[in-house]
């Protein structure tokens, strides 16, 4: 999880009988944040390694590179990634097999199946 470029963490942090029983499985998760690239410190706009990181996620997923992900906080931002992802729903789930490769792997959630 990514929290407004400021902070990260990673890991799989389940909450199950399995994980918590703790003779079974182990979870592990890691936080971090760069002091010198949090909004306090970058006027809002923090633009270090985790916005980086966010940015690199967000391009490798939705296959593309727009203004607007540099303000994800905007409505246009929103619009946009539930467009792609509505987009990518209806290549996916349509008759012609597509190479998602060229269109990304973001997919609107949840989804209504009938």
Known sequence: ???DDDYIIIGSANINERSMSGDRDTEIAVGAYQPHFT???SSGKPRGDIHAFRLSLW???TRKMLP???QPESAQCARTLNEIGRKNWEIFAGDIVA?????GQLMKYPLDIS
């Not at 190479?99 to 269109?103: F, T």
Request: hydrophobic residues 35%; aromatic residues 6%.
């Open 1 to 3: 999880m990514i929290v």
């Open 39 to 41: 909004s306090d410190n």
């Open 59 to 61: 391009s490798s997923h």
């Open 68 to 70: 607007c992900f540099l």
């Open 99 to 103: 190479n998602m490769d060229e269109n």
